[in-house]
């Protein structure tokens, strides 16, 4: 009898440690999920940081060199933005003292619900942002789901580009154009229409597309410009390490990292601000993006 539980001993201590191993690693697991969540909720979602990219060009006369646009999209207020974290993006974006400010889509989450007195709130705050030349602005999709976009750009001296453009002068004879082009997925873009210009124009000027969704470039490619500037991806919104982005929207499956060359004109992407569906990001922080332009 002794010999037999002798036997039996060894087999009873090594299954101990294995189910206990086995415990403790699936609880260290289930920590990190919930770690990784909540920072990805709470920390990855706040802090917004100032993106700058230089444009270096040709394309300009000299009197455009310094010349600074701001961008500012998705906006998705109601989701992980609200009025204290629209106090923060006017006065990061204001201390870089943009000559151009564009929005490029989605100002308000799909499903938020806003009263005459938010909207008027939020008008109060958006005009607090300083250019020096002008404000422009296209819609996203989400700017279809309500018609906030319409009652809060009421308040506001911001120019809609709804398949239009516009010629801007900054202390030069020569301009630049501002080409803005309707919601890609749920607008209407009319592309002969928003280059119009380009029948009467004798010469080549530096043209600018806003566009909210990015995978909209390769629609117009026919056309002339030299510089894209969209939105509508969040570059991922959550992003993995060796991965990048981890699931885009339709209208930025082919383009929806940070910059792509398109022939000879320049694709940029801005992360944005807010959160859309998910309240979440990671190791993809909330942004605005600058662009320098230099001419020498």
């Known amino acids: 009898m002794e010999d037999k539980n002798k036997k039996n ?5 090594e299954e ?4 206990f191993s086995v415990k403790k690693l699936i609880l260290i697991l289930f920590l ?4 990784l969540l909540l920072w990805a909720r709470f920390i990855s979602t706040s802090g917004l940081i100032v993106k700058e990219y230089p444009i270096h060009t040709t394309n300009l006369s000299n009197d455009y060199d310094g010349f600074k646009i701001l961008q ?3 906006l998705h207020y109601g989701s992980t933005i609200f009025l204290d974290e629209l106090d923060n993006l006017i006065s990061k974006a204001n201390r870089t003292k943009p000559d151009i400010i564009v929005f490029t889509g989605d100002l308000v989450e799909r ?15 958006l005009k ?4 020096s030349v002008e404000i422009m602005a296209v819609r996203g999709n989400h700017d279809y789901e309500s018609d906030y976009f319409d009652k809060i750009l009421e308040g506001l001296d911001w120019i ?3 398949n239009k453009y516009e010629f801007v002068y900054s202390n030069s004879k020569t301009p630049i154009v501002f080409v803005g082009l309707d919601d890609y997925t749920l607008g209407k873009p009319d592309y002969d229409n928003a280059f119009s210009y380009l029948n009467d124009l004798k010469e080549d000027v530096y043209t600018i597309v806003l566009a909210h969704e990015p995978d909209q470039v ?10 894209v500037l969209s939105g509508h991806s969040h570059l991922g919104q959550v992003r993995l390490p060796f991965v990048g982005a981890i699931y885009t929207p339709i209208g930025s499956k082919k383009y929806y990292d940070e910059h792509y060359k398109i022939d000879n004109a320049d694709l940029y992407i801005s992360g944005g601000v807010g959160t859309s569906t998910l309240p979440l990001r990671f190791l993809n922080k909330p942004s605005i993006n600058l662009y320098r332009f230099f001419t020498n």
């Open 111 to 125: 499903g938020v619900t806003l009263s005459d007195k938010d909207i008027t709130k939020i008008q109060d705050h």
């Open 9 to 13: 001993q060894p087999e009873v201590e």
């Open 72 to 74: 500012i999209t998705d």
């Open 160 to 162: 809609i580009l709804d």
């Open 128 to 131: 607090k942002l300083e250019a």
């Open 218 to 227: 390769d629609e117009f490619k026919n056309y002339r410009f030299d510089l």
């Open 32 to 35: 990190i999920g919930i770690i």
């Open 16 to 19: 101990q440690p294995k189910r």
